[in-house]
């Protein structure tokens, strides 16, 4: 039988890690957390951008990723590669992480 244990909650990124122990005394950590808030506030900020002002300077915000999203894109060693992470914010599939249109 498995035992389930919370280990750490963070209340402000509504994020909170689990670990499981089973019969066999393995160790799995879970991690979870409440992205509605993170890709609500994408959408918001993708409908206030006016494309008529283009990429114009030099900072722009164009994600936001969730804390679960990004640590795991972190473990796999894609967030140095700049290549890999403008493919992926590129990706449609990835689109509710975007803060603006356009292609990176």
């Excluded at 994020?15 to 994408?42: F, G, H, W």
């Excluded at 990723?65 to 795991?72: E, K, M, R, S, T």
């Amino acid at each position: 039988m498995s035992a389930w244990h919370s280990i750490l909650t963070d209340p402000m990124a509504r994020r909170s890690a689990i670990l499981q122990v089973d019969d066999a005394d393995t160790l799995t950590v879970y991690e979870e957390q409440d992205t509605e808030p993170v890709l609500d506030m994408n959408q918001r900020l993708r409908a206030t951008v006016d494309e008529r002002h283009g990429w114009k300077g030099d900072m722009h915000r164009v994600a936001s990723i969730p804390l679960v999203v990004y640590d795991q894109l972190l473990r796999e060693g894609k967030t140095r590669d700049k290549a890999y992470m403008k493919r992926w914010l590129n990706d449609p599939v990835n689109a509710v992480f975007r803060t603006r249109p356009g292609q990176v």
